[in-house]
């Protein structure tokens, strides 16, 4: 077979790195634990069995925009949604960051990084400061001149500390005419607060939003970005038309309708969030601190410890192949149960293994 044809910034990237793995406990993905309850699994398979499938969808889900809209006191026409906040990363690389800069923090959630190289974009990583700070003056700096888009993670990805709104608002400020501040929130809710005051204030803003973390809808693929009107109206040119099914709103549509149960599902979440931390530093983990639902270790032995919480059953992700990162793994928030599970392995684990390095 003859060499394919394909670009050579796609020849030159590396696939996004997943490794699936047998395991009975599953917390390596930042999922929620707990499913869509009854009776909203109900609803959205009435509303799904009233659709019509035969029939495209909207071209923008405009009724599901609404519904997010009134979630955040936003207006419907700054709301894009997309299937998966994934896709609107790729989509804001498009629209402001083709032929331009892309900024973004290392380490950092890969996807920014990976989006900008596959369109050919310049990639700017900026190095996150001591205990993973957040580097205002040198993210600021990176965005002062030239043009392009810039994405911050708040809580940040993988690390997992919170950033402070009054930092986010002065980079918001600070950065030049030609940029777009991107904040994905993607764990928003597990930190207590958001940046809504300053994308308000800011129209060079865009904030991420998910409904695959605290709504628990991983699996209906449903992102969205709030934006001020004027560029949500470019955003979408850089969408698939009808890329939203109808599957996907009817199940979106049936959790907006339960807020009560995301709130009291992150609220356990949180809980158990500080009960694993405590019992980890008590074993001698090092815990860094977290504002979303998983927390970052550092071991001695990232794979050894991967391979001896597998062997319990326990699966967690490494996260030592990212700068700064030697000896991380990273856990997600599970049930009470599956949170015990790890806790029993990870002491189970030798001494050399388990604690800090």
């Keep these: 077979m003859g060499r394919v044809n394909v670009r050579p910034e796609l020849r030159a ?3 996004y790195r997943f490794q699936p793995y047998p395991a009975t406990v599953k917390l390596d993905q930042n999922e929620s634990p707990e499913d869509l309850p009854e009776p909203l699994r109900s609803t959205a398979l ?3 069995r009233d659709a019509s499938w035969n029939r495209y969808p909207d071209l923008h889900p405009d009724g599901l925009a609404e519904r997010l809209g009134d979630r955040h006191g936003w207006p419907a026409e700054g709301v894009v949604v997309a299937g998966g906040s994934n896709v609107l990363i790729q989509a804001l690389v498009i629209a402001s960051g083709l032929g331009r800069r892309v900024v973004g923090l290392a380490p950092s959630f890969p996807l920014y990084e990976l989006q900008a190289r ?3 974009a310049a990639f700017v990583a900026v190095p996150l400061g001591p205990g993973f700070a ?5 993210v600021a700096a990176a965005m002062a001149t030239d043009e392009g888009v810039g994405f911050v993670p708040s809580p940040m990805a993988p690390t997992g500390n919170a950033v402070a709104a009054a930092d986010l608002a002065y980079v918001a400020g600070a950065v030049g005419p030609g940029w777009t501040l991107v904040i994905d929130e993607a764990y928003a809710e597990f930190a ?13 803003v865009v904030r991420l939003r998910t409904l695959s973390k605290a709504f628990g809808l991983a699996g209906a693929r449903i992102g969205y970005a709030l934006a001020h009107p004027a560029y949500a109206t470019e955003l979408r040119k850089a969408l698939l038309p009808f890329s939203v099914s109808a599957l996907q709103s009817a199940v979106a549509e049936a959790a907006l309708d339960a807020p009560q149960v995301v709130e009291e599902r992150v609220r356990r979440t949180v809980a158990e969030r500080e009960r694993m931390a405590d019992a980890l530093r008590t074993m001698g983990a090092t815990v860094h601190p977290s504002a979303t639902n998983f ?6 032995d990232a794979a050894a410890a991967h391979a001896g919480l597998l062997a319990h059953g326990v699966l967690v992700r490494r996260q030592d192949h ?3 990162l ?5 856990v997600s928030i599970g049930t009470a149960e599956e949170n015990d599970r790890f806790l029993a392995a990870f002491a189970a684990l030798p001494p050399h293994v388990g604690r800090a390095a």
């Design 192 to 204: 207590g607060g958001d940046a809504g005051a300053v994308a308000a204030d800011h129209p060079n």
């Design 295 to 300: 927390l970052l270790l550092t071991v001695t």
């Design 118 to 120: 596959l369109l050919g």
């Design 13 to 15: 990237l590396p696939a």
């Design 326 to 330: 030697a000896g991380a793994v990273r």
């Design 134 to 138: 957040f580097p205002v003056d040198a």
């Design 322 to 324: 990212l700068p700064s």
């Design 46 to 48: 009435g509303r799904l």
